[in-house]
């Protein structure tokens, strides 16, 4: 089970997370959604097992208290974390040894050393993160 962790800013993910946010109905395309009585905006509370959560005290389209989450697409190897693994890779073959983490693609073997950070791209390929 993967620990809370905060994601850092201006990563891809973190980029990536604000972009959903911004993308569901409720936001409009914007992932601030500023109450313009209150000035309440959306909160990156952080990420737990692959979900980003998000809380507004005080959203403008509903007047009440909204809480999102968003799936993440990248995630630390840890070593140990190969159900976490599964759930970011449902697709993909993989496995581990030694604490090197070997998910198979049609473009070749990717290894992740634990501690690494691991994303996938749009189109569903996994890649090295700088940071998470």
Known sequence: MQAIEEVQRDSDEWNRMWAELASKNINSGDADCVH????????????????????????????KREYLEIVMRCMRWQGDNATDVADLLPEHNFHHKDGVLIIHQSSGDLKIQKGEVFGINDAG???KEQSL
Do not use: C, D, I
Request: net charge positive; charged share 15%; no cysteine.
């Open 36 to 63: 313009p009585e209150t000035l309440e905006s959306w909160q990156y509370m952080g990420t737990k097992n692959g979900v980003h959560s998000f809380r507004h005290r005080h959203h403008p389209a509903t007047g």
């Open 125 to 127: 390929h996994a890649h």
